[in-house]
């Protein structure tokens, strides 16, 4: 299981930092990834962080978000700086097994249920 939180109101060029607790998985073992979902449109890639720390990014977020991950704790974060009004979604995490596949959503078989980010103008 997957718990996201951390979301909230934020105003453009403003920070947030996401997190999302692991529960019932061999955490060390899987790929942890980020995706959103924009109102009245389709879920996107936002970034994910292999078990050994290797990430991987988006373009339109690479060089403003930033994911980590505890494998002691079992959690993954998000820093997300410079925040623009496009950022604005519901964002989940997600945990994939596979080996590849890690920027798309049929990588990952678990997911948390989605934290809402809104970033004003």
């Known amino acids: 299981q997957l718990q996201a939180s951390g979301g909230g109101l934020v105003q453009a060029g403003g920070s947030l930092r996401l997190s999302c607790a692991a529960s019932g998985l061999p955490f060390i073992s899987y790929v942890m990834g980020w995706f959103r979902q924009a109102p009245g449109k389709e879920r996107e890639f936002v970034g994910f962080?292999?078990?050994?720390?290797?990430?991987d990014y988006a373009d339109s977020v690479k060089g403003r978000f930033t994911i980590s991950r505890d494998n002691a704790k079992k959690t993954v974060d998000l820093q997300m700086n410079s925040l623009k009004p496009e950022d604005t979604a519901v964002y989940y995490c997600?945990?994939?097994?596979?080996?590849?596949?890690?920027?798309?959503?049929?990588?990952?078989?678990?997911w948390g249920q989605g934290t809402l980010v809104t970033v004003s103008s």
């Open positions: 997600a945990a994939s097994s596979r080996t590849r596949d890690w920027a798309t959503i049929r990588g990952y078989a678990y």
């Open positions: 962080i292999t078990w050994s720390g290797s990430t």
